[in-house]
């Protein structure tokens, strides 16, 4: 988006860095009894900062990473196989937010005054590469999708689906669902609703009855990643067949497929070549 | 990071009704055995037989008459399943079943490098390649951090070959609309320009859909000697063969009884249900997110959204039409940059992301430029080094999401990439337009008659292997 260059966070190099570019100073002087952070949730007018309370800035691990090439298959012969680097997505980000951001986030926070409140509803926002991530408990994900949609200077009326992500490496918060929202009234401007849930309670209340166009896509979600969606008119399967055993796109399901022979030699499917991720 | 283990690979030996023979409908391509079809009679027609099935279901005396179109069928545009609840002839219900040409694009997109995602996903709205590669790599390389540095050059390219895709899928769409509904000259005029596109896409790309060209960067390598003057030729060819379709279409009697106010959808039903592209500007909303998002440098073209107030099939039409026009404009806007910008790159600057050979034509057809198999085999070992990681392990890309949105042929398709810093996506997952315009159908046919399914549908241009993904 245009927010992009101006975004300070903005990543600057195309190379792997393994920790996000994240300012790391204020996760370390930010604390968690810090009277800043903890109680303003509750005041939002006189345009005070709304800072979400134990909003936690830290990245996110969902994973680690062995050795220096990404080789997977095999002995690692490099003498780098002891190296662990762990998988960090972006933590919760300080305030101002830039852009129309701040701006989604303080109304939001009127408008839920009266219900759970922006701290209760919201467990943390994230601003990566120009892009609001609104990290939405989903006990209160209906209240908040309505707000949005229906808040006259909100007006996220468009909601384009909804994808899935697995992290089996994030415990207790396995599956992800992602929710883009589009608001036509103000001009293109766009945020991201994300709702987790573990593997074991896979449930997220359904958003179809604030955003019919999203049927087809929470059942998708459901055929590929288990995802199930309470209060869906029919949640079944879309693009598998009825009978179809297990959730494809979940990262514990093989890709499946058959090595292929050409001229005498054979190469494995391709989940079993040899990989450098 | 291997991604599963032999525990959790699931047992797909259980026994599921069809496959095994102790289990009744032991035919697995029978009809199936669970539907709720207990006391109903089921006909199945094959063609042939039509006297004598319109007498057996007289015979009956019912009044409800579930029919299930496709998905084999020449008007539901591919292998798309309508299932019409009919009363006479009129459509009390309309349900689509989808999903019979699901090839698992996302899931292989996670076992392929960034860049081989490309070739995954232009083939998944095989009408409009283009538009997949340049979401995804918008996204690629909004998650690299790289978007201010892809060359001026090669954003050119990518709107002049977004917009020629336009044209292309616009031409389908009217061409298979208009033959669905008996218009066969419409179809030959229609494939007949696209013809011309493809020619383009040839010439430029090496291949004629499945281009895989956009590549994250920039695209994978710059037009050829002559192009310039080629798509030039060809927006003019393409500008006499819309107006013969302008003649055939927009005062054709038998078409608009056909199509005005038939599969009427208004602005709140639109909002409502997601629906974007030509179905939403058909109801008088301006929305085309090249005008209210730009990207690609959109914003520094001169060209208009086209919208009409109809909210119906015959406006669709023309939205189609108009856009056309709109899009040539475009192309040839981009001629004359293309001309200006000449001998500048087209890839991206950081040899981390660039795929270091440019492709040349060998003796074997394609290759890879002679100059630089000169130098990697015989002056620089580094170079050799660095083309074989890059070119088998691909780069990394740091860990986080994306979603970046384009103005399809269609809607807005979108791409959510998420990076766990390998060099594969973690996960591509693409809001396809036709998916969510699709929806649409019970919305827009049920009330009408049975020949208006076909134009509603038509209208939406749905294209299955987007739809499936």
Redesign the interface.
């Given at each position: 988006?245009?927010d992009?260059?101006k975004d300070p966070k903005?990543?600057?190099?195309?190379?792997?860095?393994?920790v996000?570019?994240k300012e790391t100073d204020t996760a370390a002087t930010r604390t968690d009894d810090d009277p800043q952070s903890s109680d303003t949730a509750q005041h939002t007018g006189g345009g005070r900062v709304v800072e979400l309370a134990g909003a936690d800035s830290e990245p996110v691990q969902?994973?680690e990473?062995r050795g220096m090439?990404?080789a997977?298959r095999g002995q690692d012969t490099t003498g780098y196989g002891g190296l662990v680097t762990p998988?960090?997505?972006?933590g919760a980000s300080p305030r101002p937010y830039g852009g129309y951001y701040d701006e989604v986030a303080d109304l939001l926070a009127t408008a839920l005054e009266e219900g759970p409140g922006l701290g209760g509803a919201v467990e943390k926002v994230v601003v990566?590469?120009?892009?609001m991530?609104l990290f939405v408990r989903r006990e209160h994900l209906l209240e908040v999708a309505r707000t949005l949609r229906d808040h006259p200077a909100l007006r996220f009326?468009?909601?384009?689906?909804v994808?899935?992500?697995?992290y089996p490496g994030e415990a207790g918060r396995e599956l992800h669902a992602?929710y883009?929202l589009?608001s036509?009234t103000h001009?293109?401007r766009?945020i991201?609703l994300e709702v987790t849930c573990p593997d074991t309670d896979p449930h997220i209340p359904s958003v179809v009855e604030v955003?019919?166009?999203?049927?087809?896509?929470e059942r998708?979600t459901w055929d590929?990643f288990g995802i199930q969606f309470d209060g869906h008119p029919a949640l079944t399967?879309?693009?598998?067949?009825d009978?179809w055993?297990?959730h494809?796109?979940r990262?514990?399901?093989?890709?499946g497929g058959i090595p292929v022979e050409y001229k005498g030699g054979t190469v494995p499917p391709?989940?079993e070549r040899r990989?450098?991720? | 990071m291997t991604t599963h283990d032999q525990d959790t690979i699931y047992d797909d030996s259980a026994p599921s009704p069809g496959l095994d023979p102790s289990l009744p409908g032991n035919d697995p391509y029978g009809a199936s055995v669970d539907d709720d079809t207990e006391g109903a009679r089921v006909f199945t027609v094959s063609g042939g037989d039509w006297n004598d099935l319109v007498d057996e279901a007289t015979a009956l005396h019912e009044e409800r008459i579930v029919v299930n179109m496709g998905p084999q069928h020449p008007s539901t545009h591919g292998v798309l399943r309508l299932i019409l609840e009919l009363d006479g002839e009129t459509v009390t219900e309309a349900r689509a079943g989808i999903g019979y040409l699901h090839t698992g694009i996302e899931k292989n997109m996670e076992f392929r490098t960034w860049t081989q995602g490309v070739t995954f996903c232009t083939r998944m709205d095989y009408l409009t390649p283009m538009f997949q590669e340049a979401a995804y790599c918008l996204s690629v390389e909004k998650l690299l951090g790289v978007t201010d540095r892809i060359p001026e050059r090669a954003s050119i390219i990518r709107v002049m070959m977004m917009e020629l895709t336009r044209v292309n899928s616009h031409l389908v769409a009217l061409g298979t609309g208009g033959m669905e509904m008996g218009a066969t000259t419409v179809m030959t005029v229609g494939f007949r320009e696209r013809e011309r596109i493809l020619r383009v896409f040839e010439a430029i790309t090496g291949l004629r859909m499945n281009n895989a060209y956009i590549r994250p960067g920039g695209v994978a390598q710059d037009v050829p000697h002559g192009a310039v003057d080629m798509v030039r030729g060809v927006v003019g060819e393409i500008r006499r063969g819309l107006g013969e379709l302008e003649m055939l279409l927009n005062e054709n009697p038998l078409l608009k009884g056909r199509t005005v106010g038939v599969g009427y959808l208004d602005l709140t039903g639109c909002v409502a249900l997601g629906v974007t592209g030509p179905v939403l500007r058909s109801t008088g909303l301006p929305h085309d997110l090249r005008k209210s998002a730009p990207y690609c440098g959109y914003e520094t073209y001169d060209f208009d959204v086209i919208t009409r107030t109809g909210c119906d099939a015959y406006d669709r039409l023309r939205i189609r039409i108009d856009e056309m026009y709109e899009s040539l404009k475009i192309v040839e806007q981009c001629l004359d940059r293309l001309q200006r910008t000449e001998g500048q790159p087209v890839m991206v600057e950081d040899k981390k992301i660039a795929w270091p050979a440019q492709l040349a034509i060998g003796g074997d057809g394609q290759g890879n430029s002679l100059d630089h198999i000169r130098e990697i085999m015989g002056t620089s070992m580094e170079a050799l080094i660095h083309h074989f990681k890059l070119v088998t392990e691909g780069f990394r890309v740091p860990p986080g999401q994306a979603y970046v949105a384009v103005e399809s042929a269609k809607g807005e398709l979108g791409c959510h990439t998420v990076s766990d810093g390998g060099t594969r996506p973690y996960r591509a997952h693409f809001r396809d337009p036709s998916f969510n315009n699709l929806q649409a159908v019970a919305a827009m046919c049920e009330g009408s008659q049975v020949a208006d399914v076909i134009v509603a549908v038509a209208s939406i241009d749905p294209v299955m292997g987007g739809v499936d993904r």
């Amino acid at each position: 988006m245009s927010d992009e260059s101006k975004d300070p966070k903005h990543l600057e190099s195309g190379e792997g860095a393994p920790v996000p570019d994240k300012e790391t100073d204020t996760a370390a002087t930010r604390t968690d009894d810090d009277p800043q952070s903890s109680d303003t949730a509750q005041h939002t007018g006189g345009g005070r900062v709304v800072e979400l309370a134990g909003a936690d800035s830290e990245p996110v691990q969902i994973g680690e990473r062995r050795g220096m090439f990404g080789a997977t298959r095999g002995q690692d012969t490099t003498g780098y196989g002891g190296l662990v680097t762990p998988t960090l997505l972006p933590g919760a980000s300080p305030r101002p937010y830039g852009g129309y951001y701040d701006e989604v986030a303080d109304l939001l926070a009127t408008a839920l005054e009266e219900g759970p409140g922006l701290g209760g509803a919201v467990e943390k926002v994230v601003v990566d590469r120009g892009e609001m991530t609104l990290f939405v408990r989903r006990e209160h994900l209906l209240e908040v999708a309505r707000t949005l949609r229906d808040h006259p200077a909100l007006r996220f009326e468009m909601c384009m689906g909804v994808s899935g992500v697995h992290y089996p490496g994030e415990a207790g918060r396995e599956l992800h669902a992602v929710y883009p929202l589009l608001s036509i009234t103000h001009g293109s401007r766009r945020i991201r609703l994300e709702v987790t849930c573990p593997d074991t309670d896979p449930h997220i209340p359904s958003v179809v009855e604030v955003w019919p166009g999203n049927d087809w896509h929470e059942r998708e979600t459901w055929d590929m990643f288990g995802i199930q969606f309470d209060g869906h008119p029919a949640l079944t399967r879309i693009l598998m067949p009825d009978d179809w055993p297990g959730h494809p796109q979940r990262k514990d399901y093989p890709l499946g497929g058959i090595p292929v022979e050409y001229k005498g030699g054979t190469v494995p499917p391709p989940d079993e070549r040899r990989a450098y991720s | 990071m291997t991604t599963h283990d032999q525990d959790t690979i699931y047992d797909d030996s259980a026994p599921s009704p069809g496959l095994d023979p102790s289990l009744p409908g032991n035919d697995p391509y029978g009809a199936s055995v669970d539907d709720d079809t207990e006391g109903a009679r089921v006909f199945t027609v094959s063609g042939g037989d039509w006297n004598d099935l319109v007498d057996e279901a007289t015979a009956l005396h019912e009044e409800r008459i579930v029919v299930n179109m496709g998905p084999q069928h020449p008007s539901t545009h591919g292998v798309l399943r309508l299932i019409l609840e009919l009363d006479g002839e009129t459509v009390t219900e309309a349900r689509a079943g989808i999903g019979y040409l699901h090839t698992g694009i996302e899931k292989n997109m996670e076992f392929r490098t960034w860049t081989q995602g490309v070739t995954f996903c232009t083939r998944m709205d095989y009408l409009t390649p283009m538009f997949q590669e340049a979401a995804y790599c918008l996204s690629v390389e909004k998650l690299l951090g790289v978007t201010d540095r892809i060359p001026e050059r090669a954003s050119i390219i990518r709107v002049m070959m977004m917009e020629l895709t336009r044209v292309n899928s616009h031409l389908v769409a009217l061409g298979t609309g208009g033959m669905e509904m008996g218009a066969t000259t419409v179809m030959t005029v229609g494939f007949r320009e696209r013809e011309r596109i493809l020619r383009v896409f040839e010439a430029i790309t090496g291949l004629r859909m499945n281009n895989a060209y956009i590549r994250p960067g920039g695209v994978a390598q710059d037009v050829p000697h002559g192009a310039v003057d080629m798509v030039r030729g060809v927006v003019g060819e393409i500008r006499r063969g819309l107006g013969e379709l302008e003649m055939l279409l927009n005062e054709n009697p038998l078409l608009k009884g056909r199509t005005v106010g038939v599969g009427y959808l208004d602005l709140t039903g639109c909002v409502a249900l997601g629906v974007t592209g030509p179905v939403l500007r058909s109801t008088g909303l301006p929305h085309d997110l090249r005008k209210s998002a730009p990207y690609c440098g959109y914003e520094t073209y001169d060209f208009d959204v086209i919208t009409r107030t109809g909210c119906d099939a015959y406006d669709r039409l023309r939205i189609r039409i108009d856009e056309m026009y709109e899009s040539l404009k475009i192309v040839e806007q981009c001629l004359d940059r293309l001309q200006r910008t000449e001998g500048q790159p087209v890839m991206v600057e950081d040899k981390k992301i660039a795929w270091p050979a440019q492709l040349a034509i060998g003796g074997d057809g394609q290759g890879n430029s002679l100059d630089h198999i000169r130098e990697i085999m015989g002056t620089s070992m580094e170079a050799l080094i660095h083309h074989f990681k890059l070119v088998t392990e691909g780069f990394r890309v740091p860990p986080g999401q994306a979603y970046v949105a384009v103005e399809s042929a269609k809607g807005e398709l979108g791409c959510h990439t998420v990076s766990d810093g390998g060099t594969r996506p973690y996960r591509a997952h693409f809001r396809d337009p036709s998916f969510n315009n699709l929806q649409a159908v019970a919305a827009m046919c049920e009330g009408s008659q049975v020949a208006d399914v076909i134009v509603a549908v038509a209208s939406i241009d749905p294209v299955m292997g987007g739809v499936d993904r």
